[in-house]
């Protein structure tokens, strides 16, 4: 399977779930309000990369899973994450997402919550009735885990001597998770015995931990016309992710103070993100983040390697390429 | 059955019911974020009257339920509950609830979010486990009839002509929904036929019509040491509730423009209080909603009819008297 190939693949898979999604929301319209109709499909379509959707149907189809259904099952976890964005950008009172204004700027705080409890609902429905008791219980912890990783977040706000631990606690929370359950689910669907459940659990938690990485990454090191944010966002609020915390570790005496007084004058900091840059790099902690980032792909694809069955070998083929591209993504 | 047993038998159930909630958040503590405990246990017991997991403790055993597990997904509506009250109070930005701070207020707006998303998960997934998918897609639709209700109440804010239908339909998301959900899941969870289920989804139904009128009644004409709220917080608000609705239909010409300029006029709104009340009692506002919501108790209790097992005369006894206390009661 050449590169081409791949892309092309993983671009059909998501114009196939882009596909239920509309037809979803198009059985959803004479039921609801038009103006929830309307914050539904502003919040939903707005060139997401349907991660999630994408492992459910890939690790359904590895475990020998066939079938459209799926595809329904895989795109309530699309639901899931939009609910949690929406309710997100109100909690950090963000402006944009990916370059177009939050769910909550454009509609207001009260359409952004009611709209993301909606699909929460939505969500909870599709995954009971399609994956059953089991498939429930799992996105139900991992939608319970991630609150409780964000009340973990915002006790941690302020907190600028994070160990690296606790960040990996907290991004395990906040993406690990419900990617891991897409992972999880997708094969209990697809029908795979209790390991191969386990494995593809486990490519899904390294997979979150890498992307949430190279989010982070992106944050510093992104060009704002491809991520739709700002540069230094998560220093200008305060937030402390990988690359600075691996700095601040290694940080000499002086250069360290330097760091702790920077980031605690709140006012300055947006003018102060060069200078923090710099910093971090002088410690290598960007290189040493992404050297984590790739650690935990290579972590995730050694678990793929227990499927053998060469009937599959296109979908594992997908999954490792997805991982790569997780780590090389500019956006 | 006299009435001092009658009351005594709603204490105790309402007691069990606590004493549930307390066991399932202390099953929760040691695994999450000892914040969120801390608002989880403000939130959740605060005097709460526990009337939706109370019917669905009545509904199955009046259909032969048994055994002690119909606690646990009792409880699992009265999470639902708080969980919607969180965010209501949000988008309402109301102050207090019960005579204390609201969530938000005593936490901040992140932390009622939040909250409100975990019981939700949290909810549907003992939903799920002990009512099956049945149960399940009742629930969630309830729920999204809920958003959906809140929507249409953001758009009919401001209506000040808003139609008695357009009131029913609106109170039926907000307060029947979960009702009736709560009657009839508890009616199909305890081994309800078709017809029996259905006679008390109908009771449900009514009941909370009747609940949310005498709700609207409360706010116009309760103590406010005893309902914990100020009086006449809806016309302050410019909410169109059945009282009012009545009289402006109901009103002379000039009346009725003299109804609208006070609605109108938001900074004034908090004054006339006194004088939009005798306005309303000019043309028996008060007296035909509580008729009203009267009629609902009667179709409410005559659904109960086709229940004739005199061994759960105790159970259906109590179905009718909560219907009764529902109507008379003064907070």
Redesign the interface.
């Known amino acids: 399977m050449k590169k081409e190939q791949v892309l092309l693949a993983i671009k059909k898979e998501s114009e196939h779930i882009e596909n239920r999604m509309k037809a979803d929301l198009a059985e959803l319209q004479p ?3 038009g ?2 109709a309307e914050v539904l499909e502003y919040g939903l379509f707005n060139g997401g990369k349907r991660i999630r959707p994408f492992l459910v149907v890939m690790c359904s189809k590895l475990c020998g899973g066939n079938g459209d259904l799926v595809y329904s099952l895989a795109c309530a976890f699309e639901y899931l994450h939009a ?2 964005l929406f ?1 997100d950008d ?2 950090d009172d963000s402006d944009t997402r990916r370059g177009c204004p939050t769910v909550c700027r454009r509609f207001g ?3 952004a ?6 699909l ?3 969500a ?2 599709t995954v ?2 399609l994956s059953g ?1 089991g498939g ?2 799992v996105f ?2 991992a ?2 885990g991630m ?2 990783g ?3 977040q ?2 941690n706000s302020r907190n600028y001597t994070l160990s690296e631990l606790d960040y990996y606690d907290a991004i395990k929370g906040k993406t690990g998770l419900l990617i891991s359950a897409a992972c999880e689910i997708g094969a209990m669907y697809g029908g795979g015995n209790d390991r191969q459940v386990s494995a593809l659990r486990c490519y899904g938690e390294n997979l979150g931990c890498a992307f949430q990485i190279v989010d982070d990454l992106l944050d510093y090191q992104g060009d704002s016309k491809k991520t739709g944010k700002g540069v230094g966002n998560d220093f200008i609020e305060g937030k402390m992710t990988l690359p600075l915390i691996i700095a601040m570790k290694r940080a000499g005496k002086d250069d360290r103070s330097h760091l702790l007084s920077l980031l605690s004058d709140k006012k300055e900091r947006k003018d102060r993100v060069v200078e923090v840059c710099s910093l971090i790099d002088k410690y290598n902690g960007f290189e040493l983040a992404r050297l984590k980032a790739g650690e935990a792909v290579d972590t995730a694809c050694g678990a793929l390697s227990i499927f053998h069955d060469s009937s599959f070998a296109r979908e594992k083929r997908l999954l490792e390429e997805l991982a790569f591209f997780v780590l090389t993504r500019e956006r």
Chains 1, 2 share one sequence.
């Open positions: 039921t609801i309000d103006f929830l609910a949690t309710h109100i909690i705080v009260s359409a919550i009611l709209a993301g409890d909606f929460h609902a939505y909870m429905s009971g009735r008791d429930l219980k139900c912890e939608t319970t609150v409780d964000e009340f973990v915002l006790r």
